[in-house]
Every structure is written in C-alpha cells, then in structure tokens.
C-alpha cells in the first residue's frame, strides 16, 4: 500500500495555457508539478520554460473551470484543490475594457480584469477624474433592453462606426498610482466654477497634453443634443417591469469582472447606481456634475422617471441653455475675479441643496421647536371618485400635522393628527394654473392612507412642503436643512413661474432650435415644432441668465425634485402572497408598489430596519424592522444579490462625512454587501 507521504511526493503533469501574442511559441505547455507547489513557484517555472524575454508581472493563472483568479501566490496546488484536470490560463490581470458613460460616450481604456468591481470602480473614476467612485458602478445591458434597437437595424444601414476616445495610456491605465493631489482635502481648484472648463495644471493628471484637454473637453462638458430619430431608436420603459429591466444587469461589486464573465473588449455601462450625491463641487467635480447631469437628462428624454408637461419644459430650457453655452466660445473666456467670487457664493447656496442638507456644526436651540399653523384645504378621496374639501386650521409640529375646525379651537382636542414618519410626499403643483398641492401617502396597518393638502400660494407650499419631507425622514424644522430646502422649493416654483414676454413671442421665427431634442418623444407628439419652441423659449427667460456650471447644477436639483427620483424597481414575490408587486428601492426606503395600477402599497424606512439577511439557497431577501415588523421576498427580475448590495450600499453612503479623509473604507462596504453564496 502507497503510504500518503509517498503518494504527496508523486509528480504529475499540469497543462497550462498561455495567453501571448507571440505566434512561433507554443500556447499550451505541460509543466511536471506536484501538489506541494504553490503558485508563485508554479508562474516561476512556466516563464523559464517560455522562455520569452517580456515583462509578466500582470499575468495571474485564471483557473477556467472554477471561474476564479489564483491570486495568493503563497497557497500550494493541493490547498488551491489544483489537479491534473485544471485548466489554468495565464493570462493579464489588466484588460481593455469599453465602457459608455452616461454622457453616451465610449471610452476604452486597460481595467483590472481580477480585482473586486468596487476596486475596478475606484480605479475607472481615478482614471476619468470623476470623486466618489462609491456612487457609480458598472452595469451589463440587459437583452430586453436591447430588443427595440436591434428591430430598428434590420431595415436600416450599418450605422458610422463610434468615436471611441481610447484613454489606454493614461497613468492608472498602466498600473501607476493616480496623482494623490485629486483626492486630497487641500487640493488646489481644477476647474473653473462657471464654465466648467479645466483649469491649466489639470493637465498633469494625464501622461500627454492633447489625451488630457480631448479628455477634459468630452467628459466635462456636454454633449450636443441627440436627434429625435436616435432617441426614438432608443429603449423606452412603457412600465414599472420595462423599468425593472434597467436595473436587472448590475454587477456583483464584491466579485470581480472575469469572474461576471466579462472578456476583453467588451462594453459596460459606468452609471450613478446610488442617488445620493455627496459634496458636490465645480471646483473640483465638473466631469462628476457632467455626467451626472447627462445621466439625468438621459432619464427624463426616456421617460425613465415620470414629470409633469410643466417639469418637461423647464428641463428643456435648461438643456437648451446648457447647449447654447456648451457651443459658445464665451464660455471659455477667462472670467475676472470679482465675478468668480459671486458665482462661487451662489453656487455655494446650491450644493446645500444638493447634499440633502448635511446638518451644520452650528446647535440648534432646543428649546424653540418651530411650528406652522395655518389656514389649508384638506382633501380626502371618496368612493365614486368624489372628493370632499373643506378648509380648516392646521398645526404642525415635530413629525405629526394636527387639524382643527378653526383656529379658535387649535386650544382644545384636533379633528385628527397625522403622524408623517415614513410617509411619501408627492407634489402636486401645476404654478400656472395657481394649484400648489402636497399628496400625502401615511402608512397604516392595511397598507396607505391617502391625504392632500392644498396651499393659497407658493411661500405657504414651500414652508409646508418642506416640512412635510423632513417629517417623512424623521427630522423636524428644527433640522439645519430645513430653511435650504424652502428655498430649494422656492427656487424651483419660480422656474415654472414664467410670463410669456412680446420678445419671447416673436423669437421662435428667428432661432435655430430643434426642440425634438429637448423633450421626449411623447411630446413631439402631443405638440408641433414652433409650440414647443416657443414654450422652451418661455420657460428659458427664467434660466437664461445662468452660467453653465449653474445650469447644470440647477437640472440635477429639479431631478431630484421629481416624487419618483432615486427609485430603482424590481419585480418582487413577497412571501405569502400570490401574485408579483414591484419593490422600489430608494436611498432612505423601501416602497411596495402595485404592478398594475403603480400606486405605493407600503414604505419602510431604513432608519426603522433592525436586520437584513439572504437566504442563498433559496434566494430570498429577508428583512424585520421595528415594532415586530419583518417582510420576505424573492426577486424574479433580478438576481437577489443585486437588491441585497443596494440596501447594504445605501447604508454604506450614509455613513460618509466630509469631516473623514477621502479614503474608502473598502472592508466595510463588502461587509454590508458581500453575501455567502
């Protein structure tokens, strides 16, 4: 009988592939190895025995059947479960990889092909001078949304082949750390805050002068407008399951890309995937806001996120605009100090609003909760789709909104009293036609209570409705973020407040506009070309006066004014039930939403969440929250794990301050959303 030692000692034959380009040597070499071999010793013997002069510090061995990179040098074959079976490649770790940003734009450049996807992430956004890499992910193109396009292709030419901007000799590209100066927190102003332009030293990010300013150009600043017929080759959800296919191809940012079966030359998407976009700076952020405004516009154009007719032409205005100023030389003009410093300060004011109000250093007085008490309309849906309306004497405090007959008797007991935590809040305003409503949806035990609540005028909407969304987070108007987000809701009223001037009115005759492009295609319908121009037009005399960088900044905030913003839908079976919902998942929540009728059924809030578990086997997401509250689903649009990152990623977000350094706490992000499959 063998005795075990003897056996161990035993050598056997390895067949191992070589990915080279060099056509006179072999790609397969069997190599006599024995199980006490660890790898690095392994990689030593196979290079001697090529015998090729290169430099293979990128190779790794890419075990095939396995899917999995053997990257610990150290570990033997026999700890590895390496056999004579193994089909092992040794291949690069970096590859070249295409990637469409959100500006529609392709780069190609060399990306780790063996490092978790969050790594690779990290390193794209060092590459392309986007901060906060932890916002954006890479998305594969599901087929179902590819289906529209390839109909259109059969009757039509090849189309032009794409402009690719190839970005493999840029310094991360090769391997080599990115300047340190990009992420540190006494790093010097690299864009100009007006315009968005690149300031003269940006140049050294990039190994050459003409990579960086044909880098800064497209990636900073946007792109000219789409024409009507690409858009209308373009997928367009019609439903909440046309939605949910937008968010079924995310990748595993704990596995990495070889192991998602992504080769080489291949095309991702790099996307915003979490809508919680943190310290926002156009001194520093002018690729960041780009392409977050390109984003943006993509998803209003593919009615991605619903809006009003009214919403539709202020973003129009603004896209005009931001394309009227992209294509004007005075943009790049340098701008004189004085007029820097006041853009600066108006700027400034804006990113609160784009931070979601961070809370200020400043202590609140404890002692002075602020209320609100006025005269409102209530309305209450009836059966037979009758409303009853009837004025009376509201009171809000903390969370919760009280209302009596009249103002007379707010002293003794109210009518009723909402409590707001973890309500939904839609705007209901229509400025034209002087209707500034707040929806209200309150979660009660059988699922949603509706509310409306209507407003005299647009002071009274902006304070109310202000602090009806920071009573749905569970802050009060104490909150810091409570006077910024009145006046954020100001600021947007007053866009959709314009008057049609004489000027205005006889323009349309005399501007080159292809309003098509502006809007989407539901409305090219809906109106002809010189209304729609002449409605840009109207609603761009309230915009007109921004700089560019501001423009964009303003598009990004009405976005996230939207009711339906930093939703992400999937289809869901909830355990018990018998038939699909749709599970919306957003920054603070989660909402249960009929399929059929798209009204919310249920919300839970993060902050209420006690525990979230997957069971792997079964593929069911399990989650209980205060108050002995705890749901089950599986995921049927998607891989489980996709919506199992999302809650954990959201949770990591919130955990940034800009008081931390600007490194990521990597092991934390994997600990909240990594899963043992």
């Known amino acids: 009988m063998v005795s075990s030692n003897e056996y161990g000692s035993h050598t056997w034959d390895l067949l191992l592939t070589v990915d080279h380009q060099h056509e006179d040597v072999e790609k397969e070499i069997p190599l006599q190895v024995t199980g006490d071999l660890h790898v690095g010793g392994l990689m030593l013997k196979l290079v001697e025995k090529i015998k090729i002069a290169q430099d293979w510090s990128d190779y790794a061995f890419w075990w095939e059947q396995k899917k999995c990179w053997l990257l610990r040098t150290h570990w033997t074959l026999d700890k590895c479960g390496v056999q004579a079976d193994a089909k092992l490649i040794f291949t690069?770790?970096?590859?070249?990889?295409?990637?469409?940003?959100?500006?529609m734009k392709t780069v190609r450049l060399k990306v780790s092909f063996s490092s978790m996807v969050f790594k690779a992430v990290s390193d794209i956004c060092k590459m392309l001078n986007i901060r906060r890499p932890e916002e954006l992910s890479l998305l594969k193109q599901s087929e179902g949304t590819l289906k529209k396009k390839k109909k259109k292709d059969k009757n039509s030419k090849e189309p032009a082949t794409e402009d690719i901007l190839n970005l493999c000799n840029s310094p991360v590209s090769s391997g080599l750390p990115a300047n340190p100066g990009l992420y540190s927190k006494t790093m010097t102003p690299i864009y100009d805050p007006v315009s968005g332009s690149p300031a003269s030293s940006t140049k050294t990010w990039f190994s050459d002068g003409s990579t960086a300013e044909q880098s800064c150009s497209i990636l900073a600043l946007s792109q000219s407008p789409c024409s009507p017929e690409m858009l209308a080759e373009m997928y367009q959800p019609r439903t909440l399951a046309d939605k949910a296919k937008l968010n079924a191809g995310w990748l595993d940012s704990s596995r990495s890309l070889m192991e998602q079966d992504v080769q080489e030359e291949d095309q991702l998407l790099l996307r915003f995937k979490y809508y919680t976009f943190f310290d926002l700076n156009p001194k520093y952020d002018a690729v960041r806001?780009?392409?977050?405004?390109?984003?943006?516009?993509?998803?209003?154009?593919?009615?991605?996120?619903?809006?009003t007719e009214e919403e539709m032409l202020i973003f129009a205005a603004l896209q005009y605009h931001v394309s009227k100023l992209s294509l004007s030389s005075e943009t790049q003009d340098s701008t004189c100090e004085s007029e820097v410093d006041e853009v600066e300060a108006a700027l400034s004011n804006l990113e609160v609003t784009l931070e979601g109000g961070n809370k200020s250093s400043i202590l609140e007085d404890i002692t002075d909760i602020p209320k609100l008490a006025d005269n409102l309309k209530l309305v209450r849906p009836k059966k037979l789709a009758l409303k009853a309306i009837k004025t009376y004497w509201f009171v809000f405090r903390d969370t919760s909104i009280s209302y009596f007959k009249n103002k007379e008797s707010a002293q003794g007991e109210p009518v009723d009293k909402l409590n707001l935590k973890g309500c939904e809040v839609v705007p209901d305003v229509n400025v034209a036609a002087k209707k500034f409503g707040i929806k209200l949806l309150i979660p009660v035990a059988d699922g949603m209570n509706e509310v409306y609540l209507r407003c005299d005028n647009e002071d009274q909407y902006a304070r109310w409705m202000a602090a009806c969304v920071l009573a749905s987070k569970g802050r009060t108007m104490a909150d810091s973020s409570y006077?910024?987000?009145?006046?954020?809701?100001?600021?947007?009223?007053?866009?959709?407040?314009?008057?049609?001037?004489?000027?205005?009115?006889?323009?349309?005759e005399n501007v080159d506009m292809k309003p098509e492009c502006f809007v989407s295609p539901r409305y090219t319908k809906k109106f002809k070309s010189k209304q729609l121009t002449a409605r840009i037009l109207e609603a761009h005399q309230n915009v007109s006066q921004m700089s560019l960088v501001e423009a964009k900044l303003r598009f990004i905030q009405a976005w996230q004014s939207l009711p339906e913003f930093g939703l992400s839908y999937y289809v869901v079976r909830f355990k018990g039930s018998k038939k699909d919902d749709v599970l919306g998942v957003s920054y603070n929540r989660l909402?249960?939403?009929?399929?059929?009728?798209?009204?919310?059924?249920?919300?839970?809030r993060f902050s209420n969440m006690k525990q979230w578990n997957v069971n792997w086997e079964i593929r069911q997401v399990a989650i209980e929250f205060d108050q002995n509250v705890s749901i089950a689903f599986t995921c049927l649009s998607a891989d489980c794990k996709i919506i199992h990152e999302y809650i954990g990623g959201y949770i990591f977000l919130s955990t940034r301050s800009k008081d931390h350094n600007e490194t990521l706490d990597e092991e934390l992000f994997h600990k909240l959303t990594g899963g043992q499959e």
Not at 92 to 103: A, D, E, S, V, Y
Not at 290 to 301: D, G, T, V
């Open 289 to 307: 806001i780009n392409q977050i405004y390109e984003q943006a516009r993509w998803a209003i154009l593919l009615e991605e996120i619903d809006c």
């Open 92 to 103: 690069t770790q970096h590859k070249m990889l295409r990637l469409r940003l959100p500006n």
């Open 591 to 604: 909402i249960r939403i009929d399929m059929a009728t798209g009204d919310p059924i249920t919300t839970w």
């Open 483 to 508: 006077q910024p987000e009145v006046q954020k809701i100001l600021s947007f009223l007053q866009m959709k407040n314009w008057t049609m001037c004489s000027q205005a009115a006889s323009e349309p």
